[in-house]
């Protein structure tokens, strides 16, 4: 993308096009992204996560599934970002998740750089490839299948 002022969104423009607020938004910048292919975002993670008092309060390590939210959410923000639909009264649900590894633990200190790729698309359904960066190295990845669905469906 040509436009870099275009490909990066902050935390204000995130909070318009996901529903998730603290404790549970975990995206804090997108990066770049190029509709309808890819998307590059950031997590800051700090001590004052709520759930590092109970995971390891001695070591404490981001739970991996909350990596995983974390892709999702990216991802959440690219299909957005490549659809002309609006997000009022949408979600993004989670349907499926293969393929996860862990790579290396995550700790408070840490960026996490969020990787989605989309793989395919058909309807409703997406599905992507995630990988989580910490300073370089492959900390997690999966592949993702998530839904858009009308909440008055639900």
């Known amino acids: 993308m040509n436009d870099t002022a275009k490909s990066i969104l902050d935390i204000r423009q995130i909070l ?3 529903p998730h607020r603290y404790p549970f938004l975990l995206v804090d910048r997108v990066l770049d992204y190029t509709p309808g292919e890819s998307i590059i975002a950031m997590k800051n993670v700090t001590m004052n996560e709520p759930f590092f008092q109970g995971h390891f309060p001695e070591v404490p390590v981001m739970p991996g599934v909350l990596i995983m939210e ?18 009022e009264g ?23 750089e969020l990787h989605c790729r989309l793989l395919r698309h058909k309807l409703k359904l997406w599905k992507m490839e995630g990988k989580a960066y910490v300073d370089g190295k492959l900390a997690a990845e999966a592949e993702m299948t998530a839904a858009v ?3 008055e469906d639900m």
Not at 70 to 87: E, F, Y
């Open 16 to 18: 318009g096009l996901l």
């Open 70 to 87: 974390a892709l999702a959410q990216a991802g959440g923000i690219l299909v957005v970002k490549s659809t002309d639909t609006s997000v």
């Open 90 to 112: 949408k979600l993004f649900l989670f349907t499926g998740m293969e393929k996860v590894r862990f790579r290396k633990p995550v700790y408070p200190g840490d960026t996490l």
């Open 149 to 151: 669905m009308n909440k």
